[in-house]
């Protein structure tokens, strides 16, 4: 694992823009595992402008988000499909046959789940997978004490969840309490991650998911056994690290890192 510390929450989404940009050009059938929340808007805001302005091509390349809420219509506006599509999808020129969520309305749950695994396989696996993290250290809505070699499945959200994500419903009461999630197992099989995580509410549970013991009660602790692992953060999410001097040195010295800089 590797932390790079940005000095702003858009540097810091600008840099995961840029990555993604460079595999994509390396790449144009690239595998792309996508995460929604508030985070991750910048991104997509990041990529839209790559595409618009230097002419990313998304034409060849397939994704795979992480999560969707069981029980809501694709159209509905807190699904995570209609996320994808206003901030990412209809902005860019991507196959939109290419572009995979779980489908949290299907009759047999479970063989969905069996189902998107398979999907992901016969893409030939993620090769890069996008991650944000939640305040109770999730990533997907892979929840508290979630098996470290979990597989899709469906998943109950926890209390802070359901508070961390309430607001656009209306209130708790409104929300779907369980998600389709890709499980920690299927995360750590993407060739690479990039976990992207800003602003002061982050610190403490990126401390814990950087510099902690690996447990299912911070399911994002599981990272740390990934081969390629990129944890992006701003000074403020970046506040509670020990080692940021080491961090920030990796950014400034390290080759990988020069064009970035
Ligand atoms: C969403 C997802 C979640 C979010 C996390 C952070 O697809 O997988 O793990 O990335 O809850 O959400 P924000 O960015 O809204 O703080």
Redesign the pocket.
């Known amino acids: 694992m590797e932390v790079i510390i940005q000095p702003t929450e858009e540097a810091a989404a600008e840099l995961v823009a840029r990555i993604v940009a460079k595999e994509l050009r390396a790449n144009p059938h690239l595998v792309l595992g996508?995460?929604?929340?508030?985070?991750?808007?910048c991104v997509y805001r990041h990529l839209v402008g790559h595409h618009k302005e230097h002419h990313l091509d998304f034409s060849l390349c397939s994704t795979f988000?992480?999560?969707?809420y069981v029980g809501l219509f694709p159209s509905d506006p807190n699904s995570?499909r209609h996320?994808m599509d206003h901030h990412l999808f209809r902005h860019v020129n991507v196959d939109p046959r290419n572009t995979h969520l779980p489908n949290g309305l299907a009759a047999d749950l479970e063989a969905e789940c069996r189902h998107y695994e398979g999907s992901i396989q016969r893409f030939g696996g993620i090769d890069l997978q996008l991650?944000?993290?939640?305040?109770a250290g999730?990533?997907?809505?892979?929840e508290p004490l979630s098996a470290l070699r979990s597989r899709t499945r469906v998943k109950a959200l926890t209390p802070t969840?359901l508070k961390?994500?309430a607001a656009p419903f209306g209130g708790e009461d409104k929300m779907p309490r369980r998600a389709i999630?890709m499980g920690v197992g299927t995360i750590l099989e993407c060739r690479r991650c990039i976990l992207?995580?800003?602003?002061p509410?982050?610190a403490a549970v990126i401390a814990q998911a950087v510099e902690g013991p690996i447990t299912s009660m911070v399911t994002a602790t599981a990272l740390q056994l990934h081969p390629r692992c990129s944890v992006i953060v701003d000074e403020a999410a970046a506040a509670e690290l020990k080692e940021k001097d080491y961090y920030r040195w990796i950014f400034e010295n390290e080759p990988e890192w020069q064009e970035y800089r």
């Not at 996508?34 to 808007?41: N, V």
């Not at 988000?65 to 969707?68: A, F």
């Not at 992207?196 to 602003?199: D, I, N, P, V, Y």
């Open positions: 996508l995460a929604t929340g508030k985070t991750m808007e988000n992480l999560d969707e995570y996320y991650l944000g993290i939640g305040k999730h990533i997907g809505f892979n969840t961390q994500n999630t992207l995580a800003t602003g509410n982050k």
